[in-house]
């Protein structure tokens, strides 16, 4: 077999610190290509305020030294430790990192350059030259360049691969800053290679220069080399580089999800799947006080924001509760979405559950107890909560855009056998109202109910097929 040395360079990354999907999937594909395939990996990341109660141990000091940004002098120390098998190596600057939140911060642009150039003197210093370095999303974007921009480096043998979990975040920033931050040089704007209306963007320089470029599911490919709206404009150059471009859908950590084990829920699944969804449910309602009748619980596990379709939820989960359904939702974001959301709580004590923040044991019993999933996203590059949700018989009740499309067969009458949730294509409150009607009537049919739990129990989303999918990618650039 063939071991490759592939480094991911990643502004987050499970289980030392989450905000979004882009955590799970750069620590679980990680953890694949150890695990089955025996490759060497390591991951790069900030070391954040945050990671210090998640580390088990006490990490080891690599190497500490100065990252030149024009006239800034910035010291970094990096530690390293082992999680899975997986190097991980965290740069040490607490001006940037040692701060309450993630991201967030308006200089974003300043600390994640600083990132990035530590990233690369790291690699030099400790003389790691791996196979494959595979970039995720806007917050390395500049490595590929800065590696290209100076011959002398032996990284220059390294291959480039960039995944975009994102596209909503481009990483812009005025041209200024190329040199002083970047240490870059005018010409690159000048000749378009960075430039993105106007702005220099890290996210179209990394896909400028990396040898492989992919998204977490071929649907959202697609979107991103058609869509203008979707993709923000990256469409014209991704376009230009679209035969280098594939799709890979995203899987999810079955050890972490596994409803026969899972110690977060009060029951386990044991062959049958109506007593397992029963159990639960009746459970959590009595936990989070509300009625506990055979009404529909529709569950939500998200970062509330203007990409996972608040906007035409809110009022249909209105309605939804003015007919006697129950709703749960997890997660937090923009404040005028949490402030609705406290307001229809005060109106409907007894049928809506919300809870701001996160909470991994409530997101694990609300993928168990939900009859349905809300996910009615206004663009969604893979999404994660619906493949868990199946694996839970959790019908998910999606838009059909990006990975949802890709892991979600909507029931439409004719596809009993298979069919696994409900979906919808227009973005508009009644297209999403029409959908829940639909569920609420097959709801009262016990039988199709079934059938449609099973069918979802059937799909599997490991990592197995997708993580063979980024190796040949690799193999196929080195
Ligand atoms: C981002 C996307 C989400 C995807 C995740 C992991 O959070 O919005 O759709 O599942 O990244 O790739």
Same mark, same amino acid.
Request: hydrophobic share 40%; proline share 3%.
């Given at each position: 077999m ?14 030392? =610190?989450?905000? &979004? &999907?882009? *955590?799970?999937?750069v620590?679980?594909?990680s953890?694949? %290509? ?12 900030? !070391?954040? #305020? ?5 580390? /088990?141990?006490?990490?080891v000091?690599?190497?500490? !030294?100065? =990252?030149?940004m ?9 530690y ?8 991980y ?14 991201? &967030? ?16 003197k ?7 030259i791996?196979d494959?370095?595979?970039? @995720?999303?806007? @917050? ?20 480039f =691969?960039?995944?975009?979990h994102n596209?909503?975040f481009?990483? +812009?920033?005025? #041209? ?12 690159? !704007? ?12 890290? $996210?179209? /320089? ?27 404009g ?16 995203n ?5 972490e999800?596994?409803? /026969? ?7 386990? $699944? ?12 009746? *459970? ?23 990409q996972?379709? +608040?906007d ?10 003015q ?16 402030? @609705? +959301? ?8 007894? @049928? ?11 997101a694990h019993?609300i993928? *168990? ?6 996910m009615?996203? %206004?663009?969604?590059?893979?999404g994660?909560s619906?493949m ?8 998910p009740?999606?838009?059909?855009? &990006?990975?949802?499309k ?5 029931? =439409?009458?004719d596809? $009993?056998?298979?069919?696994?949730? !409900? ?7 009644? *297209?999403?109202?029409?959908? $829940? ?6 709801? #009262? ?8 739990r ?25």
């Open positions: 063939f071991n490759m040395k592939v480094v991911m360079v990643t502004g987050e990354s499970n289980p030392l =610190v989450k905000t &979004g &999907g882009l *955590a799970d999937v620590y679980s594909l953890k694949e %290509l150890v695990k089955s395939r025996k490759n060497n990996v390591s991951i790069i990341m900030p !070391f954040y #305020k945050q990671v210090n109660a998640k580390l /088990t141990k006490r990490p000091k690599v190497c500490s !030294f100065e =990252v030149y024009s006239w800034r002098k910035q010291y970094c120390v990096v390293k430790t082992l999680i899975d098998g997986i190097r190596f965290l740069i040490k600057n607490d001006q940037y990192f040692n701060r309450d939140n993630v991201y &967030g911060y308006d200089d974003d642009i300043e600390r994640f350059a600083c990132f990035t150039l530590a990233s690369k790291l690699l030099e210093m400790i003389n790691l791996p494959v370095i595979h970039i @995720h999303d806007w @917050h390395p974007g500049m490595l590929p360049l800065l590696i290209k921009d100076d011959y002398g480096s032996p990284l220059n043998k390294a291959k =691969v960039l995944t975009i596209p909503a481009k990483g +812009l920033f005025d #041209k200024y800053f190329l040199g002083n931050f970047y240490n870059l040089n005018d010409k690159y !704007f000048n000749d378009g290679s960075v430039c993105f209306n106007g702005a220099v963007s890290t $996210l179209k /320089t990394a896909i400028v220069y990396s040898n492989k470029i992919t998204t977490v599911s071929p649907t959202h490919r697609i979107e991103l080399l058609t869509d203008e709206a979707i993709s923000g990256l469409n014209h150059v991704l376009e230009y580089r679209r035969d280098d471009f594939v799709g890979i859908l899987g999810i950590d079955y050890e999800f596994d409803p /026969t084990k899972d110690e977060k829920i009060v029951a386990k $699944l044991k062959g049958n799947v109506v007593s397992f969804k029963k159990a639960n449910k009746e *459970a959590l309602l009595k936990e989070k006080d509300l009625v506990n009748d055979d009404a529909p619980l529709y569950g939500m596990v998200s970062r509330l924001t203007w996972k379709g +608040l035409i939820m809110l009022g249909n989960v209105e309605s939804l509760l007919r006697g359904s129950k709703v749960i939702i997890l997660g937090s974001g923009e404040s005028k979405y949490e402030n @609705h +959301l406290e307001y229809l709580r005060a109106k409907y004590p007894h @049928h809506l559950s919300i809870y701001i923040g996160y909470n991994d044991e409530l019993k993928y *168990a107890a939900s009859d349905f999933f809300l009615p996203s %206004l663009f969604e590059p893979c994660l619906q868990i949700s199946l694996h839970y018989a959790t019908l009740v999606v838009r059909l855009v &990006g990975g949802l890709d892991s979600v067969t909507p029931y =439409v009458d596809n $009993l056998k298979y069919a696994d949730g !409900f979906g919808f294509y227009d973005y508009t409150y009644n *297209a999403l109202s029409g959908t $829940l009607n639909w569920c609420e009537q097959v709801y #009262k049919d016990k039988e199709k109910m079934k059938t449609l099973n069918n979802a129990l059937e799909q599997n989303y490991d990592w197995k097929k997708s993580s063979q999918k980024y190796l040949a990618l690799y193999k196929s650039i080195i």
